[in-house]
Structures are given as C-alpha cells and as structure tokens.
DNA sequence: AGTGAAATGACCCGAGA
DNA sequence: TCTCGGGTCATTTCACT
C-alpha cells in the first residue's frame, strides 16, 4: 500500500500543508512529478481526508474547552442516529465519541467562557434522548495535535 | 480586530486550506490583492497557526481512540512542568488536558488496538509523578472536527 | 516509477485611486 | 483598503527512460 516515500510526504504534509511540490521533491531526492502523482493518490485512496487551516481557538474567543459526558437511558438504534446527527450539526462540539464506559457518550466542548457552556447546556438539555451526567472543565491545554503518528 | 471579511476567510480556510487566494476572492467579491494582504495578517497576529493534511488514522494503522485519565498525587510545579513536557513528546497522544475533575489530566491517545495501548500504559507506567486512574475505551467516533466556531 | 521540459495558472508586489 | 497589471514561481501534463 503505501511505501517508506509515502510515509515521509504524509508525515511532511501533515506538520506542513503548504510544503510546495518542489521542497518536497528535494526533502525526498526526488523530482516534482513523482511527488505529485503520489500526492494525488494519497487524496484519492482516502489517506488524506483534507487540508486546513488551524485557527487559534483563544484569538477568536473560544478558549475554554469543557468535557461533556452524557449516558442514554434508553438505548436504541434509532436514539443513538437521531443523537449523533445532532451532535453532528452542533457548532461548538469539535470532538464526539461513543465509549465503552460508565457514561455513554463524550463530547469535547468549545466555548467562550463557563457562562457560555451554561447556554450551551441549557440547549442540550431539550434533547430527550440523552441525560448530561457531567461536566468537567479544563483548566489548561497541555497537548493538542492532529499528527498521527505513522 | 477581525471585520466581516476576515471571519469569512478564516471560516473558508478552516474547511479547506487549498482554496486558492483568487477562489476566496470570488467568493468574497474582491481582488486578489486584499485577501492575499489579509490572509498574511491573519497568520502574523497569530489567529492562523498552521496549515496541515488531516491524515485518515483508520487507514494508517491508528484507528483506536482510548481516553487516559491520570492523577497526580504530589501535585508541585516541579511535577506539573516534567510531566507536561513528557507528554508533548509522546506521539500517540493527540490531545492532552488539565482538568478541574477528580482526575488531574486527561490524554487522547491513538493506537492500531488495545494491544498496542496495552504497551502503551507499560511505558507510561514508567512515568514517577503520575498514577493512572483509569482508561476508557471509544467504541467508535461520532465527530471530530478542527473547525472553530467564529 | 522515475526524469525533464513546457504550458498553465497562482502568488506576490508594485503603482495608483 | 481597494483595483489593476505584470514578473516570478509552482503546479500539472506529457513524452521519454
């Protein structure tokens, strides 16, 4: 599938988006034709889900994160898809997952301040299928990072 | 700080990095030249960080999400400062919190299965300042996003 | 799978309103 | 701050190895 030159273009890409061809052709001894062509292929067997932009949560007033964890009494097929898509379609949730825990659900919140998440806890709450077990506030970030490892 | 224009800007590149400076100018109704102008601000003040490829981890061998809680018994600045540092180095984890909860930090970490996160917590067992407190397993990922509300 | 070259198009920087 | 125009450089394709 993917070979030690492929490995090095996606670690590359990933702490650098816009790496030109050409820099990248020289980090590898290579031209620019082939590391377009295995770029291309990169994006179109799906090893590369997309390029963007990582803006800076505190600059655009959305610097506290809060944890929300939430369990679903009622645990059916058709609560836990009406229950994703909306977290789906929820603004200030970034990170959703199902877990194999006490609580059934944990969602990582971004928000202006603890008076927003208040807002925003008082919007989930009209969502019948799922009950807010807790929430817990982080008082720093320590790690964030999108590289995953290879 | 931020007028109209620059929110969109930046909402457009936090969807896709590659849109070319004459696309967001189409959409935008402008010339080239401002948004050029105004896309190199923005990184300079600091409200872009970086630009970079979101890799598939499923398709790189990464696809298990586990959440790490950890506490930290002898809680100094000494410990709090060494641990921290330990952390921003290890690569399989993605996101690293201090929490205000009954554990003191919270790690997203990403591995092939629970076997490599088996070896995981050998490591970090090694760690002397921190103790886990418990390991929660995602069953699968509902949402993850890198696109900041604005 | 790779090279090299050539056309197309984007980036970037002036001058000017 | 914006528009316009042009020089420079990157991307993309193609013929060949």
Redesign the interface.
């Given at each position: 599938m993917?070979d030690e030159t492929d490995l090095r273009i996606?670690a590359l890409?990933?702490?650098?988006?816009?790496l030109t061809i050409k820099e990248l052709a020289e980090a590898l001894h290579l031209t620019t034709s082939p590391v377009f062509e295995r770029i291309k292929r990169l994006e179109k067997?799906?090893?590369?889900?997309?390029?963007?932009?990582?803006?800076?949560?505190e600059?655009?007033g959305?610097g506290q994160?809060v944890?929300c964890n939430v369990s679903m009494p009622v645990y059916t097929t058709e609560n836990i898809e009406t229950f994703?898509k909306i977290?789906?379609q929820m603004?200030?949730?970034?990170?959703?997952?199902?877990?194999?825990?006490m609580v059934d659900?944990?969602l990582k919140v971004?928000v202006k301040d603890i008076k927003e998440y208040d807002s925003f806890l008082k919007s989930f709450a009209e969502i019948p299928m799922v009950k807010v077990h807790s929430s817990?506030?982080?008082?720093?970030?320590?790690?964030?990072?999108?590289?995953?490892?290879?």
């Amino acid at each position: 599938m993917l070979d030690e030159t492929d490995l090095r273009i996606l670690a590359l890409l990933q702490q650098n988006a816009k790496l030109t061809i050409k820099e990248l052709a020289e980090a590898l001894h290579l031209t620019t034709s082939p590391v377009f062509e295995r770029i291309k292929r990169l994006e179109k067997e799906g090893y590369i889900n997309n390029y963007v932009a990582l803006v800076n949560p505190e600059k655009v007033g959305r610097g506290q994160v809060v944890f929300c964890n939430v369990s679903m009494p009622v645990y059916t097929t058709e609560n836990i898809e009406t229950f994703e898509k909306i977290v789906r379609q929820m603004p200030q949730v970034m990170e959703c997952y199902h877990l194999a825990g006490m609580v059934d659900y944990q969602l990582k919140v971004l928000v202006k301040d603890i008076k927003e998440y208040d807002s925003f806890l008082k919007s989930f709450a009209e969502i019948p299928m799922v009950k807010v077990h807790s929430s817990i506030v982080v008082l720093h970030d320590v790690k964030y990072s999108t590289e995953v490892q290879l």
